[in-house]
């Protein structure tokens, strides 16, 4: 009998780790889409002439898709299920990175640009929603930081595919062996090719979706209570599987009521409240600016373009190490402790950015101190943040709850990247990482001040608390 049972508690364990890895996943497309951009825009403005002003376009136009998508993925993974709209994400991923590569014109890669946005805006929304569905609360702040940590191998893979083919390119500028097509591709604009690597894990993404299971929840949401069952089972084992469904059909029906537009009523606004000043703070507190201008920054305090991106690849690195990190602690130390410590040492890196670059001191120092900040942030803000999101809505409303508070990552973000060269004109940087550290301040407010601790609980009992 406990033979049995071990090996029925090994597979159950099996399950949930591969469902959740491969839903994930979807993270790795958000990192590497998030990065690549940064390894083309010195060859970009240059072949295309642009301005600030358009640099700052090109950079954001996909933050933008971002926000479109992750506002229409809400919607569409209440009536059509998380694993479609997963697979719907990776197709749009698909298309952008291959059209990209072959844009003829600033249109024509914005539009492409445009098009990955929605798929990355998709899949950011509905990744922590379906991992949160279908994990136990004793390991649901863990499965939902994996999300985080496939951004940062996304990051990773991207930094170093960047990396390779800058330095191959370079390798090849006087070889007669390549073809006038791989000339193009490899050597003279390989700006495409790095957007067309993309088209791989895109790929991937899409073969693995194939292998998971609708979420319960939504399932259970849709009176398909047999096959959800299956699945609880096959997770939790089935005498926990009787419970949960019990406790989710419940639920269901004690919120039967509970409509979009009661998120902004009074039991409902703390929680909407508290994950769209989480979402904004974590977003505005200048992360997207290290990752989206990387290399440019790195340019600013003393780097050609290849130690730049040399320099940008620790930054990847120490991005993926702290978010381990976090996998570790999310659910032991708890939610508000994590935050709490991750925006005070993010807030104390940006104020040392400030002043580094204020006082003209470049090189090394200023990796340093950026890379201590993103330490910060990914073994802290960046996981919390997806994982508090996740968790605080009622069932009834969750998919489009999590959409709007996505929606406000993305529309800051891209207001930031937009605003970056901009601002970069007419101040210097040690000020713009100072506003960045002041804003971190804020985020310290909403957390004292407003956020529950949530480790440990179910997502019912933490709906519970706020429906009362």
């Keep these: 009998m406990t033979q049995v049972t071990s090996t029925e508690v090994k597979k159950s364990s099996l399950y949930l780790w591969f469902i959740c890895i491969v839903a994930a996943c979807g993270g790795l497309l958000f990192g590497y889409d998030a990065v690549v951009v940064s390894g083309t825009n010195t060859q970009v403005v240059e072949q295309f002439n642009f301005s600030k002003v358009q640099l700052g376009f090109y950079v954001s136009c996909v933050l933008w898709g971002c926000a479109i998508g992750s506002g229409v993925a809400g919607p569409i993974s209440d009536n059509y299920g998380r694993k479609k709209t997963l697979m719907m994400a990776s197709i749009l991923i698909f298309i952008s990175a291959s059209w990209s590569g072959l844009a003829s014109s600033p249109l024509d890669l914005i539009i492409a640009r445009l098009i990955g946005g929605l798929g990355i805006g998709a899949a950011t929304m509905v990744c922590p929603l379906y991992i949160s569905e279908v994990a136990p609360e004793n390991l649901r702040g863990r499965m939902v930081t994996l999300f985080q940590l496939t951004i940062t191998i996304g990051i990773v893979m991207c930094v170093f595919s960047n990396w390779g083919i800058f330095n191959f390119s370079e390798s090849q500028v006087n070889s007669n062996t390549l073809s006038p097509f791989w000339k193009l591709f490899v050597v003279n604009e390989n700006w495409r090719l790095m957007f067309m690597a993309e088209a791989i894990p895109g790929v991937l993404f899409l073969g693995c979706t194939f292998f998971i299971p609708e979420s319960p929840r939504w399932l259970i949401k849709r009176y398909k209570d047999k096959e959800a069952k299956s699945i609880l089972t096959r997770i939790n084992g089935s005498k926990r599987a009787e419970e949960i469904l019990s406790e989710i059909k419940e639920t269901f029906n004690e919120d039967s009521k509970v409509k979009f537009f009661d998120l902004f009523g009074k039991k409902l606004k703390k929680p909407l409240i508290l994950a769209v000043l989480i979402c904004i703070l974590s977003e505005a507190c200048g992360v997207s600016v290290i990752f989206y201008y990387g290399p440019q920054i790195f340019e600013s305090a003393g780097f050609d373009l290849g130690g730049s991106l040399g320099g940008f690849a620790s930054i990847a690195i120490v991005n993926f190490i702290a978010t381990i990190f976090a996998l570790g602690f999310i659910d032991s130390a708890g939610r508000r402790k994590l935050l709490t410590v991750g925006a005070i040492g993010a807030l104390l890196s940006h104020v040392s950015i400030g002043i580094l670059f204020m006082n003209n001191i470049t090189g090394w120092p200023i990796v340093i101190a950026i890379n201590s900040f993103i330490a910060f942030f990914a073994c802290a803000i960046g996981p919390v943040k997806f994982v508090i999101v996740s968790e605080i809505f009622p069932n009834q409303v969750r998919g489009k709850a999590i959409a709007l508070a996505?929606?406000?990552?993305?529309?800051?973000?891209?207001?930031?990247?937009?605003?970056?060269?901009?601002?970069?004109?007419?101040?210097?940087?040690?000020?713009?990482?100072?506003?960045?550290?002041?804003?971190?301040?804020?985020?310290?407010?909403?957390?004292?001040?407003?956020?529950?601790?949530?480790?440990?609980?179910?997502?019912?009992?933490?709906?519970?608390s706020w429906l009362k």
């Design 406 to 464: 996505t929606v406000c990552i993305w529309i800051t973000s891209a207001l930031v990247a937009q605003v970056f060269p901009i601002i970069e004109d007419v101040t210097s940087p040690g000020v713009i990482y100072l506003l960045f550290a002041l804003e971190l301040c804020l985020l310290l407010l909403v957390i004292k001040f407003m956020m529950p601790e949530t480790k440990g609980r179910t997502i019912e009992d933490i709906e519970r």
